[in-house]
């Protein structure tokens, strides 16, 4: 993070630029149900292009509730201040996985064009969320062997 609100703004704008103007790789397409005490996930991912052999996908699924009413604390120079009907956003409350980077989709063989990969979740529901405000994120990362995993693309489910 950079000391001055442009350079931030400025350096978040160009990744997000660059990040658009690449091809698209892959799509991803969610579908969720509950049932009962549990979400059913169904995912499709489909490659556009071509992919050589020995690159790791993974697919997350995230749920996430929104518009949850509970205490914001803020510190400020002169104290603490409380705002206890504030509306969060978009809290994480489970995952596919254990790790940030879900679970691994293909193999180390080469991907070939139209090439599409379904998997289904399920996930267990806590009873003191919100059903009507969950929503489901869903994120395909390429995973190298060493090196810092990469966003390919991301859709969100409502």
Known sequence: VAASTASN???VKNKANAFANQTVLAGINLQKSIDGSNMNI???VLFYQAQPAGKAYHLAVYVVEDKIIASQKVSTAS???TNTNYVHRNLLRAGNASTYKGVKI???AAIEANKRFDNTFTIALNSAWNKANLKV???????PATGKPTVVNTVLAK
């Open 79 to 81: 104290g603490t201040i």
């Open 9 to 11: 703004y400025n350096s």
């Open 106 to 108: 293909n193999t180390t």
């Open 42 to 44: 169904s995912s499709k």
């Open 137 to 143: 994120i869903g994120v395909l990362w390429e995973v």
